[in-house]
């Protein structure tokens, strides 16, 4: 078992930076990899990007360029810095954990609101 939690959400204004932070509760270096998604009021759960254990990174395009997911292995963290936020990226914010058995471990969300 993995807990996950989430932090740093919170309201800014359009153009403005938040860094979204995943806590683990145990290493994140026997993960297959950490992701982000997120989920707007009313539509389903998106995928924003991923780290693998190769310390490869992936993004969705809609964020691409703004977003950067990053690690601290001795934090047992992930984070994700969001840059030049749009009204469109508010949402709920969720870490994922992929272990190595096939299992997703899930935290509880943080709220991004982006003011226009």
């Known amino acids: 078992q993995v807990q996950l939690v989430e932090s740093g959400g919170g309201l800014v204004q359009a153009g403005g930076s938040l860094r979204l932070s995943c806590a683990a509760s145990?290493?994140?270096?026997?993960?297959?990899?950490m992701a982000w998604f997120r989920q707007a009021p009313g539509k389903q759960r998106d995928w924003v990007a991923t780290?693998?254990?190769?310390?490869?990174?992936n993004y969705a395009d809609s964020v691409k360029g703004r977003f950067t997911i990053s690690t601290d292995s001795a934090k047992n963290t992930v984070y994700l810095q969001m840059n030049n936020l749009e009204p469109e990226d508010t949402a709920v914010y969720y870490c994922?954990?992929?272990?190595?058995?096939?299992?997703?471990?899930w935290g509880q969300g943080t709220q991004v609101t982006v003011s226009s």
């Open positions: 994922r954990a992929a272990g190595l058995l096939g299992r997703y471990y």
């Open positions: 145990r290493s994140i270096l026997s993960m297959n990899s």
């Open positions: 780290i693998t254990s190769e310390s490869r990174m």
